[in-house]
C-alpha cells in the first residue's frame, strides 16, 4: 500500500518517448566514450590482465600500507618496514603481521573514528564519511569510506560504462535520454564532527552535478525519500513521461518500480502491458546483489509479455560491497566477473571449510584452485585490513603468478584474468543433516524448476525441515510465484525439478535423499508475489540494497516471510 494518491487519468496523456529520439545529453556520452578509449582497449586486452594481475595486486598492496603507514594500525603492524618489501615476500610478511579479521574486531576502532572523530587510526587523516549496512546475523554496521574509496569506487563506475561500451552498447545513445538509479536514501545524518553516516548511496549521490544532473533520475528530492512504498510511488510518477534508456538496481526492486510503472501507464489510459511500451528506449540494466538467473523469466515477462520472449537488450552484472567494489562482468553472456585488480584494494580468498579457523591460509586470485569455494577477504584503501566480508566466490578463471607461470581458465588451457561468481554467504548454508547445501544449489535449483515448469517465480528462501512427530526431516522451499492459481500437479511438477536441480548439484544432499532414507522429499510453499517485501517492511528493511537470504540453517527467517504474506 502506498502513501500517496495517484492523479487521475488525463485526457491528454503523455506519449512515450519516440524510438531513438536524441537529446543534447547525447554529448555526455560522446566525452565519456572518448574519456573512457584507452580503459576499453585495456580491458579488452585480456593477455595483459592474464600476465599481469598477480603484479598489480602486489603494487595495491605496497601502496596501501605505505599510505597507511603512519595510522596507529599501522604502527602496531610496523607497516614501514612491509612498505619496503616487494612482491612474494611483502605478501608473507603482510599474512604474518595482520591477522584476518570481521567488523568486530574494527568497531572499536571505527567508533573511534566516527563518533570521537579521531584522525590517523585505521587510515591516514580523518575519514569523513560512513556507509551504514545491516545483515541478518548482525547488528548495524559502519563501513569507513575515505576519499581514496570515493576515487575507487568512481573508477568501477568508469569500468561500468567501459565494459557496457565493450558489450556494443553506444554511450551517446544511452545517455541520450535517462539513467534511473535504485539505491538507498540519500538522507545522512551528520555528527558534531562534521561525520556523515548513511546508505552507500547517500555518500555518493551529492557527488552528481551538471551535466550529470540532466540524465540521472529521480533526482535529489525523490532520491533523499527513505519510505520505500512511498519512494516507489514517487519514482513511477517521475519516471513515467522520461525516456528511461538504463536502470541501476537490484532485480527484485527494478521489477516493482517496472510493475508500478506499467500500472501507472494503465491508469492513465495507455496501451501498455509491459515495460517497453512505457520506455521503448530502455536497453541496458546493470545490476548486482543476488543472482539474476531466478528474476530471468519474470524480467522478460516484464519486458516484452512472456517469460520466454526478449530481455532487456543488453545487462551487466556487478560485485558492489559497502567495503569496496570486487567485480564487474567482463563478457557479454559469461556469469564470470572479471576481478578490479587496479582500483586501490587488495583482495584475499580463504577456502571456506577454513574460515573459522585462527590459522586459515588465505591464497590471492593467482592461487586459487578449480572447484574451491573461497570467502572474499579485503584490504581497503579507507583502513579494514584483512577484513571477512562474507561472501562466497568460486573462480572460473586464474591469472599467472608474479613469476609468469601458473594461472587456468584461459586459452589452451592458460591463464586468464581472474573471473569469479558468487555462490552464497559463509553464513548462509543449510546443513542441519549433512546435506550441505549452500546459496548457490538453492538459486540454480529455483531457475531450474521454473524454466522446466514455465511457472515464474518472485523471492524465495529455504530453511531444514527438523523431525517432529508425524513429520521427517528434509528441506522447505518458501517461493514467490507470479500465479497463484497453479494448479497442484504444476507445483508438484515444480517441487520434483527443484529436487532433481539440488541433488544434480549436491552428493551429500543425494546421499540423504536416496530412497527418502535421510531426508523426505522438500516441501514447497507457495506465496503470492510481494510477500518478501512485506517481511522486510516488518523488519525496518524494505528498499535499496536490503534483500532476503536465499537460504539459513534455522527456521526463523522462512517461518516469519511466510507468516508476512499470509496476513
Known amino acids: 500500500m502506498t502513501t500517496r494518491t495517484p492523479n487521475p ?50 603494487q595495491q598492496l605496497r601502496w596501501l600500507v605505505r599510505t597507511a603507514a ?5 604502527r602496531e603492524h610496523d607497516f614501514a618496514a612491509l612498505a619496503g618489501l616487494q612482491g612474494a615476500e611483502l605478501l608473507a610478511s603482510y599474512r604474518r603481521a595482520v591477522p584476518l579479521a570481521d567488523y568486530y574486531a574494527f568497531r572499536t576502532q571505527v567508533a573511534r573514528m566516527r563518533e570521537g572523530g579521531e584522525p590517523d587510526v585505521l587510515w591516514p587523516g580523518l575519514v569523513m564519511d560512513y556507509a551504514q549496512t545491516s545483515g541478518t546475523t548482525a547488528g548495524d554496521k559502519y563501513i569507513p569510506v575515505s576519499r581514496q574509496m570515493l576515487r575507487s569506487n568512481y573508477l568501477a563506475a568508469l569500468d561500468i560504462f567501459a565494459n557496457a561500451s565493450r558489450f556494443g552498447v553506444s554511450l551517446p545513445r544511452i545517455l541520450s535520454g535517462r539513467v534511473v538509479f535504485l539505491g538507498g536514501s540519500t538522507d545522512l545524518s551528520v555528527n558534531q564532527h562534521g561525520i556523515r553516516t548513511g546508505d552507500l548511496s547517500g555518500l555518493v549521490t551529492p557527488m552528481i552535478r551538471w551535466p550529470l544532473t540532466e540524465i540521472y533520475a529521480p533526482g535529489k528530492r525523490i532520491a533523499l525519500m527513505s519510505h520505500w512504498p512511498s519512494k516507489i510511488e514517487a519514482m513511477a510518477e517521475h519516471c513515467l513521461d ?48 543476488v543472482k539474476y538467473a531466478p528474476f530471468e523469466a519474470r524480467m522478460r515477462q516484464m519486458y516484452s509479455g512472456s517469460p520466454d520472449g526478449a530481455d532487456i537488450p543488453a545487462r551487466l552484472e556487478l560485485y558492489p560491497a559497502s567495503e569496496g567494489f570486487i567485480a564487474i562482468q567482463d563478457t557479454k553472456g559469461d556469469p564470470g566477473l572479471r576481478m578490479l585488480s587496479d582500483i586501490g584494494n587488495f583482495y584475499e580468498f580463504v577456502p571456506l571449510e577454513r574460515i573459522d579457523d585462527p590459522q586459515a591460509p588465505a591464497f590471492t586470485a593467482d592461487e586459487v584452485e578449480r572447484g574451491q569455494k573461497y570467502v572474499v577477504v579485503m584490504s581497503t584503501c579507507a583502513g579494514l585490513w584483512r577484513y571477512i566480508i562474507g561472501d562466497v566466490v568460486e573462480f572460473d578463471a586464474s591469472p599467472a603468478g608474479l ?8 586459452h589452451a588451457g592458460g ?12 553464513r548462509h548454508f543449510i546443513n542441519a543433516f549433512g546435506e550441505n547445501i549452500i546459496v548457490e544449489h538453492i538459486e540454480n535449483a529455483v531457475a531450474a524448476a521454473s524454466k522446466r515448469t514455465g511457472l515464474v517465480v518472485g523471492e ?26 497453479a494448479s497442484d500437479a504444476q507445483i508438484e511438477a515444480f517441487r520434483e525439478a527443484f529436487d532433481a536441480a539440488v541433488k544434480q548439484q549436491n552428493v551429500d544432499y543425494t546421499t540423504k535423499r536416496t530412497d527418502d532414507l535421510g531426508m523426505a522429499p522438500p516441501t514447497v510453499t507457495v506465496l503470492p508475489v510481494g510477500a518478501f517485501h512485506e517481511w522486510l517492511k516488518s523488519r525496518g528493511k524494505i528498499g535499496g540494497q536490503h534483500k532476503c537470504p536465499r537460504c539459513a540453517n534455522h527456521r526463523e527467517i522462512l517461518e516469519a516471510v511466510v507468516a508476512a504474506g499470509r496476513r
Open 9 to 58: 487519468p488525463r485526457v491528454n496523456a503523455a506519449a512515450p518517448p519516440r524510438p531513438g529520439a536524441a537529446r543534447w545529453t547525447s554529448l555526455i556520452g560522446v566525452g565519456l566514450r572518448t574519456r573512457l578509449a584507452r580503459r576499453i582497449a585495456a580491458l579488452s586486452d585480456t593477455r595483459h590482465w592474464a600476465l599481469h594481475t598477480a603484479r598489480l595486486q602486489a
Open 70 to 74: 603512519a595510522t596507529e594500525f599501522g
Open 242 to 289: 522520461l525516456d528511461v534508456r538504463m536502470i541501476n538496481g537490484m532485480p527484485s526492486w527494478a521489477l516493482v518500480l517496472m510493475e508500478r510503472v506499467v500500472r501507472l501507464a494503465q491508469e492513465r489510459g495507455r496501451d501498455a502491458s509491459t515495460i517497453r511500451d512505457v520506455w521503448p528506449n530502455l536497453e541496458l540494466f546493470v545490476h548486482g546483489g
Open 403 to 410: 613469476d609468469g607461470s601458473g594461472g587456468w581458465g584461459g
Open 415 to 426: 591463464p586468464a584474468p581472474a573471473r569469479l561468481r558468487i555462490v552464497g554467504r559463509h
Open 460 to 485: 524465495f528462501t529455504a530453511a531444514p525441515v527438523y523431525p517432529g512427530a508425524g513429520r521427517r526431516a528434509g528441506l522447505e522451499l518458501a517461493v514467490e510465484f507470479e500465479r497463484l492459481d
